[in-house]
């Protein structure tokens, strides 16, 4: 079983990521923790107890930043365009909840999570690394105790999707990014150069929600908004960038992988860029040096993908 603490901002891919990880026979989904980035942190909050108590998932929630590693670096704009105002595409979300966030902060969540459970416990995170680089800033000890990091995020062999050098995720929170990535413990990097190999066509969410039963349907519901937004941008269907990371964990041989350290581009007209420094690559001496080598997803068979998440949340099943 993989023990996981899934880091996530809810959002619409994030929700799919959720229900695969708390459906699948060989995860252990041990925590949620929430951080901004789709919407703002008390949306991204009520969201994941929104969907914790709709699909029964008994792992705690707990809530994260709201705000960039670095606070001065000024705020964004909310992707609504993609996950809609209450970022999960404007379904009906009641006023009050049952279920209730964990008293801790996330970081907080975390380190005590691993520290508890040393050398087992896998992170997740599919949005902004804000509450890694708390948790590395508050107890850098700790790195050596987690199992694996997976993040979805990044753009390496190609443009990144909020600016010609940058992918959302890393762009929002450059400095927590950089952090995560050269700090001692082992990264796999899940990025644009995958994910958008991996698309969900609206027929084949239909009919995974046709069999599924009402936690699937719900998925369906969430998903329309998102499947509107990809239309114009990879025709019928939606990009699950963040369950092809979820998917990683269970079956990483669906993904081909280089390994360098990986650095990210802190401000200027790339901010946000992420640049891996292959292994075997010599190079004057520089930014790069010292740092251990992370993976680097580079390629992906995308139907093999498809067919993980089915299994597991339709039918429960590994793949």
Not at 194 to 212: H, I, N, R
Not at 216 to 235: A, D, P, W
Not at 257 to 272: H, L, Y
Not at 290 to 308: A, F, K, N, Y
């Amino acid at each position: 079983m993989h023990k996981v603490i899934f880091d996530t901002d809810p959002g619409i891919d994030d929700a799919m990521a959720l229900l695969f990880l708390h459906r699948h026979p060989e995860v252990d989904l041990i925590g949620v923790t929430t951080v901004f980035g789709n919407a703002p942190i008390e949306l991204t909050t009520r969201n994941a107890l929104y969907l914790k108590q709709k699909w029964g998932i008994a792992a705690p929630v707990a809530r994260g930043a709201g705000v960039t590693y670095d606070p001065a670096r000024p705020e964004g704009h909310w992707p609504t365009f993609i996950h809609g105002e209450n970022g999960l595409g404007d379904i009906d979300i009641p006023e009050a909840l049952e279920a209730q966030a964990d008293g801790r902060p996330a970081w907080q969540f975390i380190i005590d999570t691993v520290r508890a459970q040393p050398g087992e416990v896998t992170l997740i995170a599919v949005g902004r690394m804000t509450n890694l680089a708390l948790a590395l800033k508050a107890d850098p000890d700790f790195a050596a105790l987690v199992k694996e990091v997976v993040v979805m995020g990044g753009a390496f062999d190609l443009n990144g999707n909020v600016s010609p050098a940058a992918e959302a995720n890393i762009h929002g929170d450059p400095e927590a990014a950089d952090l995560v990535f050269t700090a001692p413990w082992r990264v796999t990097v899940i990025g644009l150069d995958v994910t958008m190999k991996t698309v969900m066509t609206s027929g084949y969410l239909a009919e995974m929600a046709a069999v599924g039963g009402p936690s699937v349907q719900l998925l369906s519901n969430i998903s329309q908004f998102y499947i509107e937004f990809y239309k114009h941008r990879v025709g019928d269907g939606m990009v699950i960038h963040d369950s092809c990371a979820c998917v990683y964990l269970v079956a990483p041989h669906l993904f081909r992988t280089r390994s360098g350290p990986i650095r990210v581009v802190c401000g200027g007209i790339a901010d946000g860029q992420t640049i891996q420094k292959p292994d075997g690559k010599v190079f004057p001496p520089g930014h790069w040096d010292g740092h251990p080598s992370q993976l680097v997803c580079t390629d992906v068979d995308g139907d093999r993908v498809l067919e993980v998440i089915r299994a597991a949340i339709v039918e429960g099943k590994a793949a």
